[in-house]
């Protein structure tokens, strides 16, 4: 809840509509989001972090500023100049090229694929407890070490594909440890659906995650999902 004029983490997503990652990515500098406008988090003593509102409502004020200036349009006084850009302006690409026809997979084949990672699903979510580490790679699509502590630098994933430091997946796996380690209480271990709950709080969101939810019995509200996994469970 808000104190005075300070904001918690909960109440600048709801203010500013932002998520979480994508705060804490506006003030980090390695992050291609980085905005060194945005406020500076201050430290509220036992771990808590804030941010003062009058510094949030000038960072909105500037990003409606920014919002006024408007793409240069095209000089309609010369009509030459209206010529060439027409002239030059690129086509669009033969329906061939813009949707290339792709491989039909075998539906059989797929649903063997998606049984094959439900188990190794099953046998996660079946487990006791994992620690926040454990299952910021799970929802990641990551095979994670039973008892892992450290994000580990290679690996693979639930669909059995090679994995290496700089994927995808292990960097959304920090920024959600990231998130987890930033309350002001995060436990060494959890139960499963603990995790799960906090997500769902959180609005973080992934093909992994909602594959975990359907076999945990809470599935996703609009799920589009046609994955190899959702195909065998349906």
């Not at 500013?16 to 992050?31: E, F, G, K, T």
């Not at 539906?107 to 099953?122: D, E, H, P, R, S």
Request: overall charge neutral; some cysteine; hydrophobic content about 35%.
């Amino acid at each position: 809840m808000m104190d005075g004029s300070i904001f918690r983490l909960a109440d600048v997503m709801r203010y500013v509509n932002l998520s979480r990652s994508a705060i804490y990515d506006r003030q980090n500098p390695d992050s291609p989001r980085y905005d060194e406008t945005f406020p500076k988090k201050i430290f509220l003593g036992g771990g808590a972090v804030g941010w003062q509102k009058e510094e949030i409502d000038a960072w909105l004020m500037t990003c409606k500023e920014r919002g006024k200036v408007t793409p240069k349009q095209p000089d309609t006084s010369n009509p030459a100049s209206n010529k060439r850009s027409h002239a030059t302006r690129k086509q669009p690409a033969p329906a061939s090229i813009q949707n290339p026809a792709k491989p039909t997979q075998n539906l059989a084949g797929l649903v063997t694929k998606g049984i094959k990672q439900n188990t190794i699903f099953a046998k996660y979510l079946n487990m006791e407890t994992w620690t926040p580490t454990m299952a910021a790679l799970l929802i990641c699509g990551v095979k994670a070490p039973i008892g892992c502590n450290e994000i580990p630098v290679s690996g693979k994933g639930l669909d059995d594909q090679i994995l290496t430091q700089c994927h995808d997946r292990f960097q959304n796996a920090r920024r959600i440890l990231h998130d987890w380690n930033d309350q002001d209480e995060s436990p060494a271990v959890l139960y499963p659906i603990d995790f799960l709950i906090w997500c769902d709080e959180e609005r973080i969101d992934t093909e992994w995650l909602r594959i975990f939810r359907e076999l945990a019995g809470c599935p996703a509200q609009e799920s589009a999902d046609l994955t190899a996994s959702k195909l065998a469970l349906l």
